[in-house]
């Protein structure tokens, strides 16, 4: 056998060897892992929900003949809360609805104070009611009552509580309320429901 031959197969077999011992030295004796403790990862609790108090219309629907009057009333649900006030903004159709009114929804059992304010926006309404520090408003209540004209036939109208509508609680926060209620009337020339609510 040539000299070089037996000087690789030494070489192999020396390093086989080393690779041999290594790989037993290392199962007896592991590597030291430093501990070092795992975070601690909190879920952040989840925020609770509270009910807000609202504003929604009596009827997702009227249909109202052609030159008749239609009323549509506003309802507030507090939720819990103690409502002072409410700065209700509407915006109506002004080529559909004609004579439009706001009128205070509870006069005959709470004492509300009520105040319309024109705008010098076409079809669009504010209004405040107001009841007094003694009596709040409280639970599911209609608060005002929309009182209008339909002026052509066999069109569709809009009327919609505008984002701008605040309600304040009797400790002056002001309060949040939905927006987005939105009903729609149609002027026909015969009715198939009566538009009093």
């Known amino acids: ?12 077999v020396l390093a086989t060897v080393g690779l041999f011992g290594l790989a037993v030295y290392s ?5 030291q892992a430093s501990l070092k403790p795992s975070p601690i990862i909190t879920k952040a609790p989840s925020p609770t929900l509270i009910p807000a108090p609202t504003l929604y219309f009596s009827s997702d629907a009227l ?9 549509l009333s506003v309802m507030l649900d507090t939720h819990g809360f103690s409502v002072a006030q409410v700065q ?12 439009v009114v706001v009128a205070p929804g509870l006069m005959d059992k709470l004492p509300l104070a009520m105040t319309s304010k024109p705008s010098s926006v076409s079809g669009q309404l504010h209004v405040t009611i107001g ?17 209008f004209t339909t002026l052509v036939a066999s069109r569709t109208g809009v009327v919609t509580i505008l984002p701008s ?9 002001s309060l949040p309320t939905v927006t987005s209620s939105i009903i729609t009337i149609v002027g026909s020339q015969t009715a198939s429901s009566s538009g009093a609510h």
């Open 27 to 31: 199962l007896k004796n592991p590597p």
């Open 165 to 173: 509508t605040v309600i304040t609680s009797i400790t002056s926060q």
């Open 63 to 71: 249909v109202v003949a052609r030159g008749t009057r239609g009323k």
């Open 131 to 147: 009841a007094s520090l003694s009596t709040p408003l409280k639970g599911v209540l209609p608060i005002a009552t929309i009182n």
């Open 88 to 99: 209700l903004d509407l915006a109506y159709d002004a080529s559909v609805f004609g004579n």
């Open 1 to 12: 056998m040539p000299r070089n031959t037996l000087i690789l197969i030494t070489v192999l």
